[in-house]
């Protein structure tokens, strides 16, 4: 059966800005803006080597309603929770955190100096899973499957599945409600592609070194661009005269209504509500 190329639909630049206790960072989507990408909700690029754009790092915060995925590229970060959990995140390392039914965790740098690189994926929990009992997973850069394609190319399967040419092969997480594929991909020049996905997914890309074309040839991702990919089962990528380095994002979307405010995501005004009314009251993490 003849595979059909998505093509590229939308183009989204990051913005520079600040959260937490004054991290700089580069936010490339968030609930509020008029691209929506369901199920994903916010995604945040943050890289500096100077310490003053990161030491401040995420103090004690609550979360419900969604998970949390953050993926270090460079340096390191500690995270801790109301649970007792301990993690510490270093270069190559994911971790997804569901915060369901609540969770204050911070996220606090490791390091005093050089440089700090990664990612923060927020991606939504169906209405029934909102509620279920938080939990999180810490995934090692090790344990991270990894798929070696030619000229030094790769990708890191941190999940979902890829189909290539030697098969199947599972990333590091499964069992997500939404389906979620996230790969960490790397291209030499002129080097091609091809990732299956469901064709009524939600597809993402986003370039963080280097150009990529996607779906078209003429279609070009220059780093710091994130692109929405319509119409089929296939992601096609190459690269041209540059290598490139990207992530590739997708999952099933949920078609429920999303309701955002701070640290929040539910389906109605009401539950929001309800969640300040629980962190206010100390009953959001019961």
């Known amino acids: 059966m003849n595979k059909q190329n998505r093509?590229?639909?939308?183009?989204?630049?990051?913005?520079?800005?600040?959260?937490?206790a004054g991290v700089k960072l580069k936010r490339i989507f968030n609930p509020q803006q008029k691209h929506k990408f369901d199920p994903f909700l916010l995604f945040d690029e943050f890289g500096s080597d100077e310490a003053a754009d990161y030491i401040g790092g995420?103090?004690?915060?609550?979360?419900?309603?969604?998970?949390?995925?953050?993926?270090?590229?460079?340096?390191?970060?500690?995270?801790?929770?109301?649970?007792?959990n301990e993690g510490h995140l270093r270069q190559g390392d994911v971790q997804w955190m569901t915060?369901?039914?609540?969770?204050?965790?911070?996220?606090?740098?490791?390091?005093?100096?050089?440089?700090?690189?990664?990612?923060?994926?927020?991606?939504?929990?169906p209405?029934?899973?909102?509620?279920?009992?938080?939990?999180?997973?810490?995934?090692?850069?090790?344990?991270?499957?990894?798929?070696?394609?030619?000229?030094?190319?790769?990708?890191?399967?941190?999940?979902?599945d890829y189909v290539g040419g030697t098969g199947k092969q599972s990333g590091a997480v499964t069992g997500v409600a939404t389906q979620p594929l996230y790969?960490?991909?790397?291209?030499?020049p002129q080097q091609a592609l091809d990732?299956?996905?469901?064709?009524q997914h939600t597809a993402l890309v986003y370039v963080y070194q280097g150009e990529l074309a996607v779906g078209s040839s003429?279609?070009?991702?220059?780093?710091?661009?994130?692109g929405q990919l319509i119409d089929g089962d296939n992601i096609h990528l190459e690269t041209q005269t540059q290598s490139a380095q990207f992530l590739v994002l997708a999952a099933m979307p949920l078609n429920e209504p999303v309701v955002q405010s701070g640290p929040f995501v539910m389906n109605?005004?009401?539950?929001?509500?309800?969640?300040?009314?629980d962190y206010r009251d100390g009953v959001l993490t019961q």
């Open 7 to 20: 093509q590229l639909a939308t183009v989204v630049a990051g913005q520079n800005t600040s959260d937490g």
């Open 58 to 84: 995420f103090p004690d915060h609550p979360h419900r309603g969604f998970e949390t995925v953050t993926y270090m590229l460079a340096g390191a970060m500690l995270h801790r929770d109301h649970l007792g």
């Open 99 to 125: 915060a369901a039914h609540g969770i204050i965790h911070s996220e606090m740098p490791e390091q005093e100096n050089g440089l700090l690189h990664g990612f923060q994926l927020w991606l939504n929990l």
């Open 127 to 160: 209405a029934k899973e909102k509620m279920k009992p938080p939990h999180y997973r810490d995934i090692a850069a090790k344990d991270i499957p990894h798929v070696e394609l030619v000229n030094d190319g790769y990708i890191k399967l941190i999940a979902g």
């Open 183 to 188: 790969f960490d991909v790397s291209l030499s």
């Open 195 to 199: 990732i299956p996905v469901d064709p």
């Open 218 to 226: 003429d279609k070009i991702l220059t780093a710091g661009q994130l």
């Open 268 to 277: 109605t005004m009401e539950e929001i509500e309800q969640a300040y009314r």
